[in-house]
């Protein structure tokens, strides 16, 4: 079965800083997705970045950007230039390509220090 | 605007109480989700369903139910075999392909 692990439950970064989220994933796939949702304290789920299996390059949206690395099966989400607003949960998401069924990490929480 | 609707915000179930959480979506979606998030944890899956009238259970599915009558509907009882309901309940759709989940804002359950 798929699993998805993200070990650090807790990261700190200063403002204007960047930080690496790590998310490992274990499949043996060749057509998936993965995904990092962000989740503030208003408990929106609000997505920031996906990535195809098939894609070798690196997922990029703005400040964010992604660490494809499939032989290793990790997908690290990279945040730059941290603003306060970047606080929340974040969860890292596996799919298959052959099903619907989503499988989440156990998130791990930024906290962005003024 | 297209989106995903729960209801409601808040409720609350006595003991030995049926409740059911609402979830409707207008993206025209082919597959719906629940996930149940207690505090400080990941989502962990309760039921999803592909297509009207089919349905399959995920990884905690023992105490609820589940129905899709119609595409744009999908209805979450907590049953009182639940025993431990309290939780906050997310409901999601999605189209498949590279396409992500969207979430609805989610409806928060508590033990009177």
């Known amino acids: 079965a798929q699993t998805v692990t993200q070990s650090q439950p807790e990261m700190s970064v200063q403002e204007a800083e960047t930080v690496t989220l790590s998310c490992t994933y274990d499949t043996s796939e060749s057509d998936y997705y993965l995904f990092w949702y962000k989740q503030p304290p208003s408990r929106q789920m609000i997505l920031v970045i996906r990535q195809e299996a098939y894609k070798q390059q690196n997922a990029t949206e703005n400040r964010f950007s992604v660490n494809f690395q499939k032989a290793a099966k990790s997908f690290s989400l990279k945040i730059s230039d941290s603003q306060l607003g970047d606080a929340a949960m974040y969860f890292c998401a596996y799919r298959s390509g052959g099903t619907y069924k989503y499988i989440f990490g156990t998130g791990t929480r930024l906290k962005v220090l003024a | 605007d297209g989106g995903i609707t729960q209801s409601p915000k808040y409720l609350f179930r006595k003991e030995g109480q049926n409740v059911t959480l609402s979830c409707e979506q207008n993206?025209?979606?082919?597959?719906m989700y629940w996930y149940r998030q207690d505090p400080g944890q990941g989502l962990r899956l309760i039921y999803y369903s592909q297509i009207v009238n089919d349905f399959q259970k995920g990884d905690i599915a023992e105490g609820y139910s589940v129905s899709r009558e119609k595409k744009e509907s999908f209805p979450l009882t907590v049953t009182s075999a639940q025993k431990n309901p309290t939780a906050f309940y997310l409901c999601?759709?999605?189209?498949?392909?590279?396409?992500?989940?969207?979430f609805g804002d989610g409806t928060r359950l508590s033990i009177l």
């Open positions: 999601a759709s999605s189209t498949g392909g590279t396409q992500p989940q969207h």
């Open positions: 993206l025209n979606h082919d597959a």
